[in-house]
């Protein structure tokens, strides 16, 4: 069977209640599916008929029908104000069928509290409350997720997503705070590490940013390219050849010095220092890239610098008051061994280069950053074409 592709649109309430995390580690746990792309964006009322509309008419029954309404009503603009939703491109087989699955069903009738047990994301994060005095009577509903049945549904939807999105930028400015020159803006990558097999850690490392209260404003799923990755990293070249290279001068004279049995002069271990350790220390800073991308700088030609990378990451736009520092406490020490416990990194690092997770640590390193990834640029809307193209 052929691969397809589906999504999972998750809603503006469990945006704005920060529950993105952990709906993205039950996709990614009970799912082999890839997760190929995620966009946060603002649906406009005319966007939001259109998908209530497209609900409506695949089948009379209770459920579309309730969420054909819900859609109408809530995820458009309210007061003004646009509110943030989040789209989630899956790929593999049988797409519909396992998010389907993963986000559970909807219950059309009266179902005991106690008999709920919260094993899909619909039994954990949304709510269908009926009235007491009449158990056909929806007083209260919230999804939580949005996910199609069957492919031909979910290549209709996609459509739809990508004649929206298109073009669009990929930050969502949809709030006008009291106090603006207190806002800041910070840039995450959840680094590769945490994308070679299914698992919970991407949604737990945005769950633990979660207890900052900032917003996402931005998501994407990126691969660096070889020459994003340099210039991203350019600036720790030289912190570790000034920080690395001595080091390892001296450890290569120890070793020669054990070996031959005689003493190395001062002039030979600087001139040790100067070249073997600031070799090495080139090692690590063509490590740190081809962790990033997936390619070595020094077994790649120019004409591949510009190619999409071999390695996943995931990058995210926070907002708010203090951003950069408050991003940073949650994200812990550069080396996982020495930051505090309860940190991303204390929690998932393996050491100072597979550390998990980046942030910014200024805003200026923001600006930088957000440049080189192009962070106002998503390509879900592509990706979304060229599978539709060949459905």
Same mark, same amino acid.
């Given at each position: 069977?052929?691969?397809?592709?589906?999504?999972?649109?998750?809603?503006?309430?469990?945006?704005?209640?920060?529950?993105?995390?952990?709906?993205?580690?039950?996709?990614?746990?009970?799912?082999?599916?890839?997760?190929?792309?995620?966009?946060?964006?603002?649906?406009?009322?005319?966007?939001?008929?259109?998908?209530?509309?497209?609900?409506?008419?695949?089948?009379?029954?209770?459920?579309?029908?309730?969420?054909?309404?819900?859609?109408?009503?809530?995820?458009? $603009?309210?007061?003004?104000? $646009?509110?943030?939703?989040?789209?989630?491109?899956?790929?593999?087989?049988?797409?519909?069928?396992?998010?389907?699955?993963?986000?559970?069903?909807?219950?059309?009738?009266?179902?005991?509290?106690?008999?709920?047990?919260?094993?899909?994301?619909?039994?954990?994060?949304?709510?269908?409350?009926?009235?007491?005095?009449?158990?056909?009577?929806?007083?209260?509903?919230?999804?939580?997720?949005?996910?199609?049945?069957?492919?031909?549904?979910?290549?209709?939807?996609?459509?739809?997503?990508?004649?929206?999105?298109?073009?669009?930028?990929?930050?969502?400015?949809?709030?006008?705070?009291?106090?603006?020159?207190?806002?800041?803006?910070?840039?995450?990558?959840?680094?590769?590490?945490?994308?070679?097999?299914?698992?919970?850690? $991407?949604?737990?490392?945005?769950?633990?940013?979660?207890?900052?209260?900032?917003?996402?404003?931005?998501?994407?799923?990126?691969?660096?390219?070889?020459?994003?990755?340099?210039?991203?990293?350019? $600036?720790?070249?030289?912190?570790?050849?000034?920080?690395?290279?001595?080091?390892?001068?001296?450890?290569?004279?120890?070793?020669?010095?054990?070996?031959?049995?005689?003493?190395?002069?001062?002039?030979?271990?600087?001139?040790?220092?100067?070249?073997?350790?600031?070799?090495?220390?080139?090692?690590?800073?063509?490590?740190?890239?081809?962790?990033?991308?997936?390619?070595?700088?020094?077994?790649?030609?120019?004409?591949?610098?510009?190619?999409?990378?071999?390695?996943?990451?995931?990058?995210?736009?926070?907002?708010?008051?203090?951003?950069?520092?408050?991003?940073?406490?949650?994200?812990?020490?550069?080396?996982?061994?020495?930051?505090?416990?309860?940190?991303?990194?204390?929690?998932?690092?393996?050491?100072?280069?597979?550390?998990?997770?980046?942030?910014?640590?200024?805003?200026?390193?923001?600006?930088?950053?957000?440049?080189?990834?192009?962070?106002?640029?998503?390509?879900?809307?592509?990706?979304?074409?060229?599978?539709?193209?060949?459905?």
């Amino acid at each position: 069977m052929s691969e397809g592709l589906s999504y999972v649109l998750v809603t503006p309430y469990t945006v704005a209640k920060s529950r993105t995390g952990g709906v993205l580690s039950r996709l990614m746990m009970r799912t082999d599916l890839e997760l190929v792309g995620a966009q946060i964006f603002a649906p406009d009322q005319d966007f939001a008929d259109r998908y209530s509309l497209s609900l409506r008419e695949r089948a009379p029954q209770n459920q579309l029908v309730l969420l054909a309404d819900y859609v109408k009503q809530y995820l458009g $603009p309210s007061g003004g104000r $646009p509110h943030r939703s989040l789209l989630l491109l899956f790929r593999g087989e049988n797409p519909c069928e396992q998010l389907l699955n993963a986000c559970g069903h909807l219950y059309t009738k009266h179902v005991e509290v106690d008999a709920l047990v919260g094993e899909t994301i619909r039994d954990t994060y949304s709510d269908l409350i009926f009235s007491a005095d009449n158990p056909d009577e929806v007083r209260y509903f919230e999804p939580a997720v949005l996910t199609p049945r069957k492919q031909d549904e979910a290549n209709n939807d996609l459509r739809m997503f990508a004649d929206f999105l298109g073009g669009r930028e990929n930050l969502v400015q949809n709030v006008v705070y009291p106090d603006p020159e207190k806002i800041e803006r910070t840039l995450v990558i959840i680094k590769p590490d945490n994308w070679i097999h299914n698992s919970s850690r $991407p949604g737990a490392i945005i769950d633990m940013f979660s207890r900052t209260g900032l917003r996402i404003i931005g998501i994407k799923v990126h691969r660096f390219s070889l020459a994003q990755a340099l210039e991203f990293y350019g $600036p720790v070249e030289a912190v570790l050849k000034e920080k690395l290279a001595q080091n390892f001068g001296k450890k290569a004279i120890e070793l020669l010095q054990k070996e031959f049995h005689f003493t190395i002069s001062k002039e030979l271990g600087n001139l040790l220092g100067a070249s073997f350790g600031a070799e090495c220390a080139r090692d690590q800073f063509h490590q740190i890239v081809e962790f990033m991308s997936g390619k070595r700088p020094n077994e790649n030609t120019t004409e591949d610098l510009d190619e999409k990378g071999e390695t996943k990451s995931m990058i995210l736009v926070y907002e708010g008051e203090g951003a950069v520092n408050k991003i940073r406490d949650v994200l812990g020490a550069t080396d996982p061994h020495q930051a505090s416990y309860g940190t991303v990194r204390r929690e998932f690092g393996s050491n100072v280069m597979v550390n998990t997770a980046h942030a910014s640590d200024s805003s200026e390193s923001y600006e930088r950053e957000q440049k080189i990834v192009r962070i106002n640029q998503n390509s879900l809307s592509t990706i979304i074409m060229d599978h539709v193209g060949k459905a």
